[in-house]
């Protein structure tokens, strides 16, 4: 008996883990933010875009498909060269334009 509730609530866990990690999402381009990112400091540098290429975002789910995402090869004006890949059309940028790379610690977006 001790067994088939130790069953159970394993089956609990992951059943509220997979209907939590459900319920998060990517945003769905630069210009969509979440909730908990009003009001929360941003660092912002300028750069050039480099390189564009459309790629793919897993989805994690068999049920839905991948996300369209565009990845960017950026020259920031310190020099520094970094890749972003975030969910978006790569025919929205072309290399020469001039972006803004925002990181918030954790996630970073390129925009126009």
Do not use: H
Request: net charge positive; aromatic share 4%.
């Amino acid at each position: 008996m001790k067994c088939n509730s130790s069953k159970a609530a394993l089956v609990a866990v992951v059943v509220a883990v997979a209907a939590v990690s459900g319920c998060a999402s990517t945003p769905r381009d630069a210009d969509t933010f979440g909730r908990g990112v009003a009001g929360e400091v941003q660092s912002v540098e300028w750069g050039t875009v480099q390189a564009v290429r459309p790629v793919a975002i897993e989805s994690g789910r068999r049920l839905t498909s991948d996300t369209s995402a565009v990845e960017f090869t950026v020259t920031l004006d310190s020099g520094k060269s970094i890749v972003v890949v975030q969910p978006g059309s790569a025919n929205d940028y072309r290399v020469g334009d001039r972006v803004r790379v925002t990181n918030d610690g954790t996630q970073t977006r390129v925009a126009r």
